[in-house]
């Protein structure tokens, strides 16, 4: 008796074999997971004033997101540390790493080099710095040279801080501005807000004591009629006792004089003299022990900055993770405000 074999699949068999086999090792492969990558850039413009003899570069991290791939550009925040704080403890302290994850964002950690500060600050108020050269200038190579590796998005560029990082991204904002697409401060300084490094504990307490405003309408007069919006968003504890809530003031004041914004028309005043006739208040959730109050300021139909009160909120991250320094758990989420205000603003 013969058995009869099977036939041998023809070529357009083993075609759409092979087409099936390749779909299913595709969709049954998982997601690149997140990780941490380092580079180093440097400024020729990167010198302090404070600190000449410290070299103008700088190391950063990266945060690649889960998934990423190089196909798809991606939004790039930018990450300022504190004073006393590391990229790896910013980094922790917010959670950036599970936004970034959620949203694709890449994520750019500068960090301050030894010895340029004795407490590891950002020098916001070194004179070469607040002019845009000196670390604001190595930061600002920084995104250029991240952007470029990982292809992404010129035009969504954010960059936030806390703190001393959080004056640097001011600064930034307003003498990077082709670089830059909005900035988160909180808890900052405005863009050369201390007139001298020596009157920085000063002005931190108390304070500008120079003209802001002036300072916004210098750097719009140096972009001329290319200047684009650059959107602020001000976050500030009211209980804040290291940087007074009064520098949340100047912050606002002096992006809505850059951004030719009505109501910065005044210069600087004190907080109860804001106008309030673009403002929206709202109280956060009864589950958090901080309320928030929120004030707009819009134009043409976006809302170009926002200044964001937390009661009771002191001198630490809104929302940050309670293991970690510098961190208020109970507080709105900074980082949910920060995607918030993106969508509100139209700047995404």
Not at 11 to 17: D, I, K, M
Not at 81 to 86: K, L, Q
Not at 306 to 335: I, M, N
Request: aromatic share 6%.
């Amino acid at each position: 008796m013969i058995t009869p074999q099977p036939k041998s699949p023809g070529a357009p068999q083993r075609f759409w074999q092979s087409v099936k086999a390749l779909a299913a090792r595709l969709f049954r492969r998982e997601l690149a997971a997140g990780h941490f990558e380092t580079g180093q850039a440097s400024s020729s413009r990167g010198l302090l004033t404070t600190a000449p003899l410290v070299p103008p570069v700088r190391d950063y991290l990266v945060y690649v997101p889960r998934g990423h791939s190089r196909l798809r550009r991606a939004p790039l925040v930018v990450l300022c540390h504190g004073c006393r704080e590391t990229p790896e403890d910013i980094a922790a302290l917010t959670r950036i790493t599970e936004r970034a994850d959620r949203e694709g964002w890449l994520v750019l950690l500068p960090r301050q080099l030894e010895g340029a500060n004795a407490f590891g600050c950002w020098n916001w108020f070194d004179p070469n710095t607040s002019r845009g050269n000196g670390e604001a200038a190595i930061v600002a190579a920084q995104i250029v040279a991240v952007r470029r590796q990982y292809r992404a998005r010129r035009e969504r560029v954010w960059v936030v801080g806390l703190s001393a990082g959080a004056a640097l991204a001011a600064v930034l904002g307003l003498r990077h501005p082709r670089l830059v697409r909005g900035v988160l401060a909180h808890s900052g300084l405005a863009c050369g807000a201390a007139s001298t490094p020596a009157t920085a504990l000063t002005v931190m307490r108390h304070g500008p004591d120079n003209d802001v405003a002036r300072i916004a309408d210098d750097a719009r007069a140096a972009e001329g009629d290319t200047a684009e919006p650059v959107a602020l968003l001000v976050i500030q504890g009211d209980g804040d006792d290291v940087v007074a809530p009064i520098n949340g003031v100047g912050l606002v004041d002096q992006f809505l004089r850059f951004n030719a914004h009505a109501a910065g028309r005044g210069g600087y005043r004190p907080a109860a003299a804001l106008p309030p006739s673009d403002a929206m208040a709202h109280e956060a959730a009864s589950a958090q022990r901080h309320g928030a109050r929120i004030d707009d300021w819009i134009a043409g139909g976006r809302v170009i900055v926002r200044h964001v009160t937390v009661e009771g909120l002191g001198h630490a991250w809104s929302g940050g993770d309670a293991d970690q320094a510098f961190a208020d758990p109970l507080g709105p989420d900074a980082l949910e405000l920060l995607a918030r205000f993106a969508a509100d603003s139209r700047l995404t």
